[in-house]
T-cell receptor, first 109, second 115 residues
Framework: GQNIDQPTEMTATEGAIVQINCTYQ??????LFWYQQHAGEAPTFLSY??LDGLEEKGRFSSFLSRSKGYSYLLLKELQMKDSASYLC??????????WGAGTKLIIKP | GAVVSQHPSWVICKSGTSVKIECRSL??????MFWYRQFPKQSLMLMAT?????????EQGVEKDKFLINHASLTLSTLTVTSAHPEDSSFYIC???????????FGPGTRLTVL
């Protein structure tokens, strides 16, 4: 079957670093996406990885290991506005996105 | 990046009425559009996938006669919730994919409340 696992909720402190992990098992693999979703809003694109390694984009970085079926999203210099849900999604062989349930990130001052 | 719009942003209707939601890709041609539903504190649930000019493919458990999808052009897809009931109240989000991209571009969502 197809499955995406990520923690339900995480808490971090403003200015700190947090890593949100995601493991996936899908029928075929065409890449791994991370989206940010604030309450009541649609998801917004953060990153896309299809090759192994780390992709850095400002304060956000995303890592992929295809052999391990594992990805993480790293957020540095956390700001209060980073409080949101972070969705991990795998693109399967049919180019359909298989979504994780999302990780709610709570930032405390 | 590519822009996808949805209309209306929110709608309140009486039980038994039908509601149409439009999804438009504004600056690119979307060969495939996806319709999602999201209940509070839950992840996105794919309802159906539509390709321009062909019938939509519905996910298991989604009633195709209740959720009518039309993808008549490369820039417009519509979702009609027929005979809406309070349990259909949800956040409906569309996304669009172009020919070349693996990425999906999301619309801002439509919040439907059925009284």
């Amino acid at each position: 079957g197809q499955n995406i696992d990520q923690p339900t909720e995480m808490t971090a402190t403003e200015g700190a670093i947090v890593q949100i992990n995601c493991t996936y098992q899908t029928s075929g693999f065409n890449g791994l996406f991370w989206y940010q979703q604030h309450a009541g809003e649609a998801p917004t694109f953060l990153s896309y990885n299809v090759l192994d390694g780390l992709e850095e984009k400002g304060r956000f970085s995303s890592f992929l290991s295809r052999s391990k079926g594992y990805s993480y999203l790293l957020l540095k210099e956390l700001q209060m506005k980073d409080s949101a849900s972070y969705l991990c999604a795998s693109l399967d062989s049919n180019y359909q996105l298989i979504w994780g349930a999302g990780t709610k990130l709570i930032i405390k001052p | 990046g590519a822009v996808v719009s949805q209309h209306p942003s929110w709608v309140i209707c009486k039980s038994g009425t039908s509601v149409k939601i439009e999804c438009r890709s504004l600056d690119f041609q979307a060969t495939t559009m996806f319709w999602y539903r999201q209940f509070p504190k839950q992840s996105l649930m794919l309802m159906a996938t539509s390709n321009e000019g062909s019938k939509a493919t519905y996910e298991q458990g989604v009633e195709k006669d209740k959720f009518l999808i039309n993808h008549a052009s490369l820039t417009l897809s519509t979702l009609t919730v027929t005979s809406a009931h309070p349990e259909d109240s949800s956040f409906y989000i569309c996304s669009a994919r172009g020919r070349a991209d693996n990425e999906q571009f999301f619309g801002p969502g439509t919040r439907l409340t059925v009284l």
